[in-house]
Nanobody
């Protein structure tokens, strides 16, 4: 499975940006797609995730809930992350990832739960 992330760039504080991630290769009947980010000098942190198959739910970390929206494309294995009210602390390389199953809630935010990763796209929030 290959993941292609896009949409990163430079945006002013308070602005908006949308990231997209498209997966190609194998298809799964149940899977989870998530976004993680890594700021300079910091560990990678989970941002948001959405599940396919069975109960399809969306999940957010506390730092982005209410500002970011994750959505899936039902026509293909793809996910979008709409980011609003961006802050300088949102600056990071954003990575999308896929797990080959519908993850349970406790595993959603754990990077080791995911099987495939994209190359990352840089988001810079600065005036």
């Amino acid at each position: 499975v290959q993941l292609q992330a896009s949409g990163g760039g430079l945006v002013q504080p308070g602005g908006s940006l949308t990231l997209s991630c498209v997966a190609s290769g194998r298809a799964f009947s149940r899977y989870t797609m998530g976004w993680f980010r890594q700021a300079p000098g910091k560990e990678r942190e989970w941002v948001a995730a959405v599940r396919w198959g069975g109960m399809s739910n969306t999940y957010y970390s506390g730092s982005v809930k209410g500002r970011f929206t994750i959505s899936r494309d039902n026509t293909k294995m793809a996910v979008h992350l709409r980011m609003h009210s961006l802050k300088p602390e949102d600056t990071a390389v954003y990575y999308c990832a896929v797990a080959q199953r519908s993850l349970i809630f406790s595993a959603i935010g754990d990077s080791v739960s995911y099987d495939y990763w994209g190359q990352g796209t840089l988001v810079t929030v600065s005036s």
